[in-house]
């Protein structure tokens, strides 16, 4: 199996107070997860702390220093995140991780997926956010292009819209950031209008879903909008930004995504990438607060991607919040993606 898993105990070294969401049982189900896929031939690899300069890409020198200046105590960042003493380490191996799962998959023309806590699609150059320390996928896509990698495509399926992702490549045409998210919602962010600017116009795509939306609304919005626009910008390389916390159980949020919905979803994405960049597919978590849902989210993400893709069929049901959010895209991003 050409399948590597990039997991590390030690994620659950990032302790959160009583009572928050993104917590250290998270860390156990990545553990257990992992060991079943090892079981089943797959190669688990323990991440590096990034280093400086890949953090540097995205991060300013004045928040590094901040962020390392909080290690060893507990630090409240923003509202919702905050610091334990080792949680500096752990964000970097967090931001490591990523940057490995992207290094493999390049190398290896395989997928991989990258267990980490802290999430990091919230993360903004100078800020932390939302439970995010570091922008994890936006430090292994720069790392990436860094590396000669011409182009980056982003896909974020977490529930809430990456902010952090979306602005760290807002100008940037080489690095395409694609996001269903629940909107209105936190953090606000997201909507249709935002394109990105200049060299960068049209290689933001937001696809703000409506509360409620069904693994039919996701099946289309990623055969109608994510399928073309990603075939048309030919990536080198595929990242997701794997949130499991659009799942209906999920006590953060507000859509009705089953488990095969979100192997709905990863199977349009294998196959995806497999057709335009040889099965460079980096899968790495950001959200998902249901224990279980998240355990069942990964493990089906695994088994979708750990074996060639199959044919995919529409999903059936209520996509009515979906072709509402496509009208509303195609009208602004028609002039950049002619095939939509
Ligand atoms: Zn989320």
Same mark, same amino acid.
């Given at each position: 199996m050409a399948l590597v898993i990039v997991s590390s105990p030690?994620?659950?070294?990032h302790v959160t107070p009583a009572?928050?969401?993104?917590?250290?049982?998270r860390a156990a189900v990545f553990d257990e997860v992992a060991r079943r896929w090892s079981g089943r031939g797959a190669r688990v690899v323990e991440p590096a702390p990034a280093g400086h300069d890949d953090l540097r890409r995205v991060h300013d020198a004045r928040y590094l220093e901040a962020l390392a200046g909080a290690a060893g105590r507990s630090v409240t960042?923003?509202?919702?995140t905050v610091t334990s003493p080792h949680s500096h380490h752990v964000a970097l191996l967090a931001a490591g991780a990523a940057c490995l799962a992207a290094d493999l998959a390049v190398a290896g023309n395989h997928p991989t997926a990258a267990f980490v806590r802290?999430?990091?699609?919230?993360?903004?150059r100078d800020r932390a956010m939302g439970f995010c320390l570091f922008n994890n996928v936006a430090v292994a896509a720069a790392r990436a292009r860094q590396s000669g990698v011409a182009r980056v495509a982003i896909v974020d399926i977490d529930v809430h819209h990456g902010n952090g992702t979306q602005w760290a490549y807002? !100008?940037?045409?080489a690095v395409l950031y694609v996001s269903l998210h629940q909107y209105?919602?936190?953090?606000g962010t997201g909507g249709?209008? !935002?394109?990105?600017?200049?060299?960068?116009?049209?290689t933001t795509v937001n696809i703000p879903l409506e509360a409620g939306a069904t693994d039919a609304d996701y099946d289309l919005a990623l055969a109608s909008v994510v399928v073309p626009v990603l075939e048309a910008f030919g990536p080198e390389l595929v990242i997701v930004s794997a949130?499991?916390?659009?799942?209906?159980?999920?006590?953060?949020a507000g859509m009705r995504v089953s488990t095969e919905g979100f192997g709905a979803v990863m199977a349009r994405l294998w196959s995806l990438a497999v057709e335009?960049?040889?099965?460079r597919l980096v899968v790495v978590t950001e959200g998902g607060y249901d224990l279980p849902a998240l355990g069942d989210g990964l493990e089906v993400t695994l088994e979708t991607i750990a074996t060639a893709p199959r044919p995919v069929t529409p999903v059936q049901g209520d996509t009515s919040r979906a072709r509402e959010a496509l009208a509303a895209l195609r009208a602004v991003q028609a002039p950049y993606w002619p095939t939509l």
């Open positions: 030690r994620f659950a070294d009572g928050h969401p993104e917590r250290v049982a960042l923003d509202p919702d802290p999430p990091g699609h919230h993360a903004e807002y !100008e940037d045409p209105p919602y936190y953090p249709v209008a !935002e394109i990105g600017r200049g060299a960068g116009s049209g949130g499991y916390d659009a799942h209906h159980r999920d006590p953060l335009t960049c040889a099965g």
